[in-house]
């Protein structure tokens, strides 16, 4: 290393995991004493991204400390939209160094939601997911997919909302809504039971229709044969 060297070390490439703290960290060595002019973050495809550690006015999600040995940024609660190539820089007056780091995100299974969304109708959603995926439905291990319908809407972090609904074809109580994507496969299941007053209302809506027909029939008839009595 020649005088007024600056040598950065970082692990070039880095998974982070969907909504769990990260902290990316370049090591900072020199062949003298720095007289440290400016220490920053800058990322790649975001012109207007810079994190001073002598600043306050941080990124939002973002935090940058600088030790003298070591610089780091933290990303408080990564989403895909964190995805990206991040340089640690540094600039003194006898010289200036930089690092890149690559950095990609795991799968986001999101929060689960069901709900019945009509007669026969079953519901199930996946607000945050990444990458993109769709809904299977199974009962049991009978594929039921072909008989419902399922959306996907981006969110500004990257993320999508799957939602998906079920037209359920007979009486069975118990099914299992999966998540499916085409880098991880099945990864994230959820099986529910159909709620018993959602199972049978529309069968109990049907028979008290039937009633009231009989009725009125039989009220039909007994005004027709007293009208012929009267005669």
């Known amino acids: 290393m020649h005088a007024g ?12 995991n ?5 902290v990316l960290q370049c ?3 020199a062949s003298m004493p720095l007289s440290t ?13 810079e994190c001073d550690p002598t600043s306050s006015n941080f990124p939002p999600g973002f935090k940058c400390n600088y030790t003298g040995e070591a610089l780091t940024l933290t990303i408080s609660n990564p989403t895909p939209a964190n995805v990206g190539t991040y340089f640690c820089c540094i600039k003194t007056q006898s010289g200036h160094g930089a690092e890149n780091i690559n950095v990609s995100i795991g799968e986001c299974t ?35 997919t072909s008989n419902s319908t399922t959306t996907s809407l981006a969110n500004s972090d990257g993320t999508f909302n ?9 009486d069975q109580k118990r099914y ?56």
């Not at 969907?18 to 990260?22: F, H, L, P």
């Not at 018993?196 to 009989?214: E, K, N, P, Q, V």
Request: glycine share 4%; charged share 20%; net charge positive.
């Open 5 to 16: 060297q600056i040598q950065l070390r970082a692990f070039k490439h880095q998974t982070v």
């Open 18 to 22: 969907c909504n769990e703290r990260t």
């Open 27 to 29: 090591n900072i060595s």
């Open 37 to 49: 002019v400016k220490v920053y973050w800058k990322k790649l495809e975001e012109k207007d991204f």
């Open 110 to 144: 999101g929060e689960f939601s069901n709900q019945m969304a009509g007669p026969k109708q079953m519901q199930c959603s996946f607000n945050g997911v990444y990458p993109e995926a769709i809904i299977n439905w199974f009962h049991y291990d009978k594929n039921l």
């Open 162 to 170: 799957i939602t998906s609904v079920l037209n359920i074809q007979d």
């Open 176 to 231: 299992n809504c999966s998540l499916w994507s085409l880098k991880y496969g099945r990864y994230s299941d959820q099986e529910f039971e159909v709620p018993d007053h959602a199972r049978f209302g529309l069968s109990s809506r049907i028979s008290t229709l039937h009633c009231l027909s009989w009725t009125i029939i039989l009220f039909s008839l007994m005004f027709s044969s007293r009208a012929c009595l009267s005669l």
